[in-house]
């Protein structure tokens, strides 16, 4: 096994950002998913610090990054749920779906069941 492909992964993994529909952001990092909880989001891309706060509203997670970059440094550890991985799946179909429906003149619902049976394909190889 090599050791710097799994440092790669790692890093690749500690640093994953989304934009959402509404002009926020998601943030993964290693099984968890946060939002922004400060700035307002309109101060977000100018912020120097930028406060993280678990996408799970009922754990107390939190994190802090400066500005919109890595690292995100752990200030509150996560409680009451587990590491979910494959939340970066669902996020980055999520942002596939929007990319080819930018990029498209096909219904939005022809361009959902299509990414659904490449998905299921996927899951079963
Ligand atoms: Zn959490």
Same mark, same amino acid.
């Given at each position: 096994?090599? @050791? #710097?492909?799994?440092?790669?992964? #790692?890093?690749?993994?500690?640093?994953?950002?989304?934009?959402?529909?509404?002009?926020?952001? /998601?943030?993964?990092?290693?099984?968890?998913?946060?939002?922004?909880?400060?700035?307002?989001? *309109?101060?977000?891309?100018?912020?120097?610090?930028?406060?993280?706060?678990? @996408?799970?509203?009922?754990?107390?997670?939190? *994190?802090?990054?400066?500005?919109?970059?890595?690292?995100?440094?752990?200030?509150?550890?996560?409680?009451?749920?587990?590491?979910?991985?494959?939340?970066?799946?669902?996020?980055?179909?999520?942002? /596939?779906?929007?990319?080819?429906?930018?990029?498209?003149?096909?219904?939005?619902?022809?361009?959902?069941?299509?990414?659904?049976?490449?998905?299921?394909?996927? *899951?079963? *190889?």
């Amino acid at each position: 096994m090599n @050791e #710097l492909v799994l440092d790669d992964d #790692l890093k690749e993994n500690s640093w994953r950002l989304f934009k959402t529909q509404k002009n926020g952001y /998601k943030l993964y990092s290693i099984g968890y998913t946060y939002t922004v909880d400060k700035p307002v989001l *309109s101060l977000v891309p100018q912020a120097s610090k930028v406060y993280w706060k678990c @996408e799970d509203r009922t754990c107390p997670g939190r *994190s802090i990054s400066c500005g919109l970059n890595p690292p995100l440094k752990l200030t509150q550890s996560h409680f009451g749920h587990e590491k979910n991985i494959n939340r970066l799946n669902e996020l980055e179909t999520i942002k /596939k779906l929007k990319e080819i429906a930018l990029n498209s003149n096909e219904p939005p619902r022809t361009i959902i069941r299509k990414t659904l049976i490449e998905m299921s394909t996927e *899951s079963i *190889s």
